[in-house]
């Protein structure tokens, strides 16, 4: 139950119902434009150029403003004004909630905070499964940057299909792998696992001693790892040094910047200095 | 809350239907059958007609999303709880408009389990 989103919170809480939820997400939508809309309306960009900035998106993992701008189709100050008109303009969640009544404002400002303190434990509590591992950081920030990269691309979609128990090095022969049907091109997502770590990744997660059994441990493992790319919580703790200051992970090519190398897509593979983790993304 | 459910558990996660099945247990209800997939899961629940379906929403072939629908044609009452790693505003607003009662975000918890139940108490005829 780590409840990114507020309103979820607050329907697992019994604060709100869910035919208020659901009204509430539609009026926020309603406040909500996208700055493309926002431009065309303002006569910054014809329908045409917004649509040709936002096939771009799709295939890359630039923000709107930052490639209307190097297009050339937007100067850098109409970008910003789009996002001031746009975001004065949207509404908050809690907001909407308390212009239809369901709250006041002091009980919103309670709630905000307990949720805040629940994201907080929830992250916690899904970081010390991997922190406990002597390269936890390291992992930790591995799929969390991977979840980062592709957090506009392809949301939600880096899905984990397969854990296998492997004693293997970077460069063996490829296994735990996922082709998501969802995506234009193929994209196969990979880890592999020392047993040590999968069991006890496994056991934490579960809360329950599951190390007699490699084929719950594996998919224990598996359901970890898609709640962790899923929420993109790990690695969140402000304390933790960036990707860039701890010592490079291991890539395919080697020398090659790990951040360009999630940009250029695909065929990368990370791994812990001990080989315990790797991860691999690729297309055929 | 009814004092026991008959709970139909849908995940294609071996170790999430084991969590779930041993906290609905823990809280006294009862797990009817298990599936791994939507296709077993609709043809459970004409077999079995729980209470409840603990749905999750990634799964191979028929998804949760897919199989919500499905479920609901052939019962317009069934009670379906979604189950899902995923959190974002716009699967917890399709999933809810498509008739789920409630969307319990895993991983689960006895208390999230608790809630759900307890929210389909109050919103059941």
């Given amino acids: 139950m780590s409840n990114n989103f507020f309103g979820q919170f607050l329907l697992e809480k019994g604060v709100i119902s869910k035919s208020q939820l659901l009204t509430a997400i539609d009026l926020q939508n309603a406040s909500h434009f996208s700055l493309g809309q926002i431009a065309i309306r303002k006569g910054y960009l014809t329908r045409q150029e917004a649509e040709v900035i936002n096939l771009e998106q799709q295939r890359t993992d630039q923000r709107f403003g930052a490639l209307a701008v190097s297009m050339e189709l937007l100067k850098g100050r109409q970008v910003s004004e789009l996002f001031i008109t746009q975001q004065k303009a949207r509404k908050f969640f809690g907001e909407v909630l308390i212009e239809e009544n369901v709250l006041s404002q002091a009980s919103l400002t309670g709630y905000l905070q307990e949720h805040e303190d629940l994201k907080r434990q929830s992250s916690l509590r899904l970081n010390s499964n991997i922190y406990s591992h002597q390269n936890g950081a390291l992992i930790a920030d591995i799929i969390n940057t991977t979840a980062r990269m592709f957090?506009?691309?392809?949301?939600?979609?880096?899905?984990?299909?397969?854990?296998?128990?492997?004693?293997?090095?970077?460069?063996?022969?490829?296994?735990?792998?996922?082709?998501?049907?969802e995506l234009p091109k193929p994209i196969k997502t990979g880890f592999i696992m020392h047993r040590k770590l999968i069991?006890?990744?496994?056991?934490?997660?579960?809360?329950?001693?599951?190390?007699?059994?490699?084929?719950?441990c594996e998919d224990a493992v598996k359901e970890l790892l898609n709640i962790v790319l899923g929420n993109s919580q790990v690695g969140h703790d402000k304390k933790h040094k960036a990707l860039s200051k701890l010592?490079?992970?291991?890539?395919?090519?080697?020398?090659?910047?790990?951040k360009a190398a999630y940009k250029s897509v695909l065929n990368i593979q990370v791994s812990?200095?001990?080989?315990?983790?790797?991860?691999?993304?690729?297309?055929? | 809350m009814s004092s026991l459910l008959r709970v139909l558990v849908v995940d294609d996660s071996l170790s999430m239907r084991l969590v779930v099945s041993r906290l609905l247990l823990n809280l006294g209800h009862q797990v009817i059958a298990e599936a791994s997939d939507g296709a077993e899961a609709l043809q459970l629940y004409l077999e079995h007609t729980p209470d409840v379906v603990m749905l999750d929403l990634v799964m191979p072939k028929i998804d949760?999303?897919?199989?919500?629908?499905?479920?609901?044609?052939?019962?317009?009452?069934?009670?379906?709880?979604?189950?899902?790693?995923?959190?974002?505003?716009?699967?917890?607003?399709?999933?809810?408009?498509?008739?789920?009662?409630?969307?319990?975000?895993?991983?689960?918890?006895?208390?999230?389990?608790?809630?759900?139940?307890?929210?389909?108490?109050?919103?059941?005829?």
Avoid: W
């Avoid at chain 1, 010592?247 to 790990?258: F, I, M, R, Y």
């Avoid at chain 1, 812990?272 to 055929?284: A, G, R």
């Fill in chain 2, 64 to 125: 949760g999303k897919k199989t919500l629908k499905k479920l609901l044609q052939v019962d317009e009452h069934a009670q379906v709880v979604i189950c899902s790693a995923l959190g974002s505003e716009t699967d917890i607003e399709y999933c809810l408009k498509a008739g789920a009662q409630f969307y319990l975000q895993k991983p689960y918890t006895l208390e999230g389990i608790k809630t759900a139940l307890n929210n389909l108490s109050e919103t059941s005829e």
């Fill in chain 1, 151 to 181: 957090s506009r691309v392809i949301k939600m979609q880096l899905h984990v299909s397969e854990v296998l128990y492997e004693d293997v090095e970077i460069g063996a022969q490829e296994l735990a792998i996922h082709q998501s049907a």
């Fill in chain 1, 272 to 284: 812990v200095p001990d080989h315990s983790f790797v991860l691999f993304l690729y297309t055929d």
């Fill in chain 1, 247 to 258: 010592a490079p992970p291991q890539v395919s090519k080697p020398g090659v910047d790990l």
């Fill in chain 1, 199 to 216: 069991t006890s990744l496994a056991n934490k997660f579960l809360d329950m001693d599951v190390s007699d059994n490699p084929e719950v």
